[in-house]
């Protein structure tokens, strides 16, 4: 089993930048894919990035496309999203998740595909 805990989220001004960590723990061998998905009030689980594992591979939302940019520390076993130029629309909980599927991450969209997921934390943009 993965275990994963993000850092990094907090209130910033629409415009400004945030970055989110993800350390993971535990079983990490078994890691494919890592990524994040987001959740904002009343609104479905929203795809926003994910990145291969042993490679370079990255595939973004197209919401998030050209803003975010998602990168990997392996000797750290941490996950890393770099989020620019914010929208008061990017405002949700942020969770990092972690995929043991042989997979590409363009194929890995869905909050099904990803079996370990972290707490959760808050980002919120005001305009």
């Known amino acids: 089993q993965v275990q994963l805990v993000e850092s990094g989220g907090g209130l910033v001004q629409a415009g400004n930048s945030l970055r989110l960590s993800c350390a993971a723990s535990?079983?990490?061998?078994?890691?494919?894919?890592m990524g994040w998905f987001r959740q904002a009030p009343g609104k479905e689980r929203e795809f926003v990035a994910t990145?291969?594992?042993?490679?370079?591979?990255?595939y973004y939302g197209d919401s998030v496309k050209g803003r975010f940019t998602i990168s990997r520390d392996n000797a750290k076993n941490t996950v890393y999203l770099q989020m620019n130029s914010l929208k008061p629309e990017d405002t949700a909980v942020y969770y990092c998740?972690?995929?043991?599927?042989?997979?590409?991450?363009?194929?890995?969209?869905?909050?099904?595909?990803?079996?370990?997921w972290g707490q959760g934390t808050q980002v919120t943009v005001s305009s």
């Open positions: 990145i291969s594992w042993r490679g370079s591979t990255t």
């Open positions: 535990g079983r990490t061998l078994s890691i494919y894919a």
């Open positions: 998740v972690a995929s043991s599927k042989n997979m590409p991450p363009g194929n890995l969209r869905s909050p099904v595909d990803f079996a370990s």
